[in-house]
T-cell receptor, first 112, second 111 residues
């Protein structure tokens, strides 16, 4: 069974631009969560989608948004990029919300 | 609001010795706890879990202990191996809820 895939793996953007990251969960998994990882901050929870509905949301500004499609694939969008948005963005999928999550390799976003 | 805290950002242990990674939490509603391991350039991978109704779970070289009264859990790795060098995340969760990750502890196992 294929694992969680994320595209692109690396991305360089400039301040003010917007970016869309994509995540394909493990087949059959309906829950997709997004995390931001920065040095010293661990994994900061962004949001969780289940059956196309956002069910949980972390403490990030409205510039961070996401959605989930009927095939459970998910996208995350960041608008008006700031230097502080530079981070590794991780996507994780699970059969149901919570419990064991399977992570993708992440997308490394650099904002210049 | 850091509901799961890993107060030691790093730990260095000699190969063959025991590694003990500690974690404290504030949310008494967590139903279970997980430990994830992360190597550079890879996503975290699940290592071991424990239900909140248990006080110990063992899987090979890895044992997790839970002390609910102290809101504390620990991961023991015996014996430690160089391949165990990674960042370890302590995670709390509740059924149908989100997961709460600690900031991680970098374990280095030296020969």
């Amino acid at each position: 069974k294929a694992g969680v895939t994320q595209t692109p793996r690396y991305l360089i953007k400039t301040r003010g631009q917007q970016v869309t990251l994509s995540c394909s969960p493990i087949s059959g998994h309906r829950s997709v969560s997004w995390y931001q990882q920065t040095p010293g901050q661990g994994l900061q929870f962004l949001f969780e989608y289940f059956s196309e509905t956002q069910r949980n949301k972390g403490n990030f500004p409205g510039r961070f948004s996401g959605r989930q499609f009927s095939n459970s694939r998910s996208e995350m969008n960041v608008s008006t990029l700031e230097l502080g948005d530079s981070a590794l963005y991780l996507c994780a999928s699970s059969l149901e919300a919570g419990w064991e999550q399977f992570f993708g390799p992440g997308t490394r976003l650099t904002v210049l | 609001d850091q509901q799961v805290k890993q107060n030691s950002p790093s730990l260095s242990v000699q190969e063959g010795r025991i590694s003990i990674l500690n974690c404290d939490y504030t949310n008494s509603m967590f139903d279970y706890f997980l430990w994830y391991k992360k190597y550079p350039a890879e996503g975290p991978t699940f290592l071991i879990s424990i239900s909140s109704i248990k006080d110990k779970n063992e899987d090979g070289r890895f044992t997790v202990f839970l002390n609910k009264s102290a809101k504390h859990l620990s991961l023991h790795i015996v014996p430690s191996q160089p391949g165990d060098s990674a960042v370890y995340f302590c995670v709390g969760g509740s059924t149908l809820g989100r997961l709460y990750f600690g900031r991680g502890t970098q374990l280095t196992v030296w020969p």
